[in-house]
């Protein structure tokens, strides 16, 4: 099967497609999953003329085989493992213990440098639209879903352009909704389903972030001279 998108900008126009239901809603708030959510979640929240932001969350990597997700953890220090992996490969605690701390330390770094010292926003009674750029076994879009759920948002929706039957399935017993724009079978990667899936960088992440709310202030500029009598 040949590669579906060409690149993250085409996979979020087609993803915002299929949220069209979301535009124009003062309660919803699209979410990224950084760094390669936002590109996509830029799209999405352009069309649905809609606010923003970031939720970070850092897969933790089997030391030596960090491609493969053992778990994640998000924002406030939630931690979700996935046993299957830990199980099988019989990874000891400490070692779990070690790789979060480092990923702990890079959530943080992130929080500064994207939000320049912006508070996080409120998602209390809110909808979410949770976006990354792909899901693979779902570990860090769990624990981002988990870490959410305790803020008491009204509603999830995890939206992803690329992921596997399996995981979409089982992503519906902790989200409210599930958009998946390709559900490929066998999966083989996110990476797989993009012509360009080159890395996004720090720079372009906050870039990202500052322009869509330049457009929402601009947005509301011109509503408000327009309702002038």
């Known amino acids: 099967m040949t590669r579906l998108f060409r690149d993250r900008k085409e ?8 949220l069209k239901a979301y535009a124009g809603r003062e309660d919803v708030l699209v979410l990224a999953l950084p760094r390669g959510g936002v590109p996509i979640a830029f799209e999405v929240a352009r069309e649905l003329d809609a606010p923003l932001d970031v939720f970070l969350v850092r897969k933790l990597g089997v030391p030596g085989h960090e491609e493969l997700a053992m778990g994640a953890i998000a924002s406030g220090g939630l931690r979700v493992l996935n046993e299957d992996v830990v199980h099988y490969l019989r990874i000891p605690g400490e070692m779990i213990d070690i790789v979060a701390e480092d990923e702990r330390r890079e959530l943080e770094r992130r929080d500064l440098l994207y939000r320049s010292g912006r508070p996080a926003p409120d998602v209390r009674e809110r909808t979410l639209i949770l976006i990354d750029d792909g899901i693979a076994t779902g570990s860090t879009m769990r624990a981002a879903v988990k870490a959410l759920r305790q803020q008491e948002p009204a509603r999830i929706i995890v939206a992803v352009p690329v992921a596997p039957p399996s995981t979409c399935d089982e992503l519906k017993s902790e989200a409210d909704e599930v958009v998946c724009v390709f559900v490929p079978e066998p999966f083989d990667g996110v990476g797989r389903w ?3 899936f080159s890395q996004t960088t720090d720079a372009e992440v906050r870039h990202l972030l500052e322009l869509q709310e ?3 202030y601009a947005a509301r500029e011109q509503a408000a001279v327009l309702s002038e009598p």
């Open 11 to 18: 996979a979020g126009r087609l993803l915002a497609d299929r």
């Open 194 to 196: 993009y012509e360009d």
């Open 214 to 216: 330049r457009n929402l």
